[in-house]
């Protein structure tokens, strides 16, 4: 057995390359390249990178393989792979080629691969309470509708999903939050993130959905603090969270490592409104997060932000409970940004783009944003368009 | 300009993973005396000690090494136009050995494909949804010996069962792996090459498979030897 599977792996570097999508080592000196006239990179002299994308050319064969065992988590049956072969021209092979994947896009095979997708996107699932969220999630995109419901849905936000099936069975979450938005009030999100200060959830929100780790928000001009080595880059005023100067038990105003505010003057502003979910994930009517202060006592408003402060999505965005999160964060243009992005490094095969840092420039997706934003956030309608899309069938 | 500007957007993304943030709290203790109180950090840590709870997570990505990606790899207007190479997922292998054939309950004993493929959760990267840890996408060491156990130990299941297999037919044409010529000598039938791997065979997989059965000690070992090897440079990327 040893034998054979050092045979495979030397075996395997001889095809890979076959197999393997990546690449372009290839250069020729072509000086033109088919830019996108929206892409702020077209002002720029076609470089290296540039000839490369235009060397690739069609591979309907290769984008079908992909495709399937996305889309379906199979490969595709001969006949499929037989019928991209016989089309006449790339215009006819296209032409299957999306028929494919709309057919991809239909049955309990989509639905369990879009569960695994959300499974993997929210880092939950597994079990009935935290597999509710992610089930939301597919369900919106089986269903094509609008991708925003993960914040603002009043009802219907806690759906179970029969995987064998491919079905979902609507259900109402039961946090006991004064209003249900979307899996802001998931009692399993709230759940799986419970930590300290309710700072884990603030993160999953941050990560899941605007891409990004914090900092959030980055001021025009960042200023001294007190530590000339590190600047405040945050928007709002350094003051504006709590530090033992203004009767908070953390220094979130610390500036002797780093600065602590760069990220806390936008987590301190949301936090409050997850701090009310206890560990099991239901909804009190006090704060129920601990600090990591000895004893673990609970959080204060007074330890997030002084008097006179509220809680908000980013400064100029108030948000005074969580229906009023939800509309903040669906109103977010990063937001949809990321759900495109998401999905583009899904279907090109990357990795997780918080985790690896995998960012996507705007440039490459813009014609996806556009299209997602001006036409209700459809989730299925995105799959589609990014499966279909030159990259996807270049090679 | 291009590179120049490239190089900026790098220092500037060194920068900022440089300086994450960190707070300090009263009240806060350690009992490990090789650390800091949590009071005085060095410059840049974001760590608490092991005796408090004032962590931060810092298991991001390495500024060198992202820099060293994209010096490999290029930059992201071109990067992220291309396809990656991630590893299989579970469940897909799982799909793609049962539409090929294969048992993959585990009945046929902890050596066979279903048993190393049951056993191989961990090895092959399944989510740790408890821990907050999605399936891993990037394929390891021993991820992909597991894999190529798998297909090795499958490869007699895959031959047998390739005439009967729904998914291989082509207009109602079953397929077969392996033909024999007028010399008698058994050679690699392309449609057997397209139904491992769900694309066309190319040149080049028919010429290795081809070559496998050839230097093979015994004709049944290299076909199981050529399935295997097809199966694997196929499925090592998804």
């Known amino acids: 057995m040893k034998s054979t599977s050092t045979f495979l792996v030397v075996s395997t570097l001889v095809l890979l390359p076959l197999a393997s999508a990546c690449g372009g080592s290839d250069t020729k000196n072509e000086q033109t390249f088919d830019a996108n006239p929206s892409d702020p990179d077209a002002a720029l002299p076609a470089d290296e990178w540039d000839q490369r994308l235009s060397q690739r050319d069609y591979n309907y064969n290769a984008a079908l393989r992909i495709a399937a065992l996305r889309l379906t988590g199979a490969l595709p049956l001969m006949d499929d792979v037989q019928a991209v072969v016989n089309a006449a021209d790339n215009a006819a092979k296209k032409a299957v080629y999306e028929a494919m994947v709309t057919k991809y896009m239909t049955g309990p095979q989509f639905a369990q691969r879009m569960m695994g997708f959300w499974r993997d996107t929210f880092k939950m699932g597994g079990s009935v309470e935290l597999d509710t969220a992610p089930a939301f999630a597919a369900q919106l995109t089986v269903e094509n509708r609008s991708y925003m419901e993960l914040f603002t849905a009043t009802a219907g936000n806690c759906p179970t999903m029969d995987f064998a099936a491919g079905t979902f069975a609507a259900g109402d979450c039961a946090s006991g939050a004064p209003g249900n938005a979307g899996v802001l009030t998931n009692p399993g999100v709230m759940k799986q993130f419970f930590s300290n200060f309710a700072f884990r959830r603030v993160k999953w929100v941050q990560e899941a959905f605007v891409c990004t780790k914090f900092p959030a928000e980055f001021a025009a001009t960042p200023v001294d603090v007190g530590n000339p080595t590190n600047l405040y880059t945050g928007k709002y005023p350094f003051e504006s969270i709590a530090g033992t100067a203004s009767g908070g038990r953390i220094d979130f105003r610390d500036v002797s490592a780093v600065i602590c505010a760069n990220c806390h003057s936008n987590m301190n502003h949301i936090a409050p409104l997850f701090a009310n979910f206890d560990g099991t994930g239901q909804y009190k009517n006090t704060i129920s997060v601990p600090t990591p202060l000895d004893g673990a006592s609970l959080a204060l408003i007074t330890d997030y932000y002084p008097a006179g402060e509220t809680t908000a999505w980013r400064l100029g965005a108030p948000a005074a409970n969580l229906t009023e999160l939800g509309a903040a964060i669906a109103a977010d243009p990063a937001v949809a940004e990321c759900a495109v992005a998401r999905t583009w490094n899904w279907a090109l095969g990357k990795t997780d783009i918080v985790d690896t840092l995998q960012q996507v420039p705007k440039s490459t997706i813009s014609s996806q944003i556009n299209a997602f934003t001006t036409s209700g956030y459809k989730l299925k309608d995105l799959v589609y368009a990014v499966y279909t899309s030159d990259d996807f069938t270049k090679f | ?238």
């Open chain 2, 1 to 238: 300009m291009q590179t120049m500007k490239n190089t900026s957007n790098i220092k500037f993304l060194v920068m900022g993973l440089l300086t994450l943030g960190a707070c300090t709290g009263e009240g806060i203790t350690t009992d490990d005396p090789t650390l800091p109180p949590a009071t005085e950090q060095p410059g840049g840590t974001t760590t608490g000690g092991d005796g408090n709870t004032f962590d931060h997570d810092n298991s991001g990505v390495s500024a060198w090494d992202l820099i060293d990606r994209l010096q490999k790899e290029g930059p992201p207007k071109y990067t992220s136009r291309m396809h990656s190479c991630p590893k299989v997922k579970y469940s897909a292998i799982g799909n793609i050995l049962a539409s090929r054939g294969v048992d993959i309950s585990g009945a046929g004993g902890a050596l066979s494909a279903g048993g190393l493929y049951q056993s191989g959760n961990n090895a092959l990267g399944v989510a740790d949804y408890s821990n907050r840890i999605r399936e891993n996408l990037v394929i390891s060491t021993s991820g992909a010996s597991r894999l190529f156990d798998i297909f090795a130990a499958a490869a007699p299941e895959v031959i047998a069962a390739m005439p009967n297999l729904e998914a291989c037919k082509v207009a109602g044409v079953s397929s077969t792996m392996f033909g024999v010529d007028a010399q008698n000598t058994a050679y690699c039938r392309a449609e057997g090459i397209a139904c491992l791997t769900g694309a066309p065979a190319t040149g080049t997989a028919i010429d290795l498979c081809n070559l496998t059965l050839q230097k093979a000690t015994n004709p049944t070992v290299g076909k199981n030897m050529a399935v295997a090897v097809l199966m694997a440079a196929a499925h090592t990327c998804e």
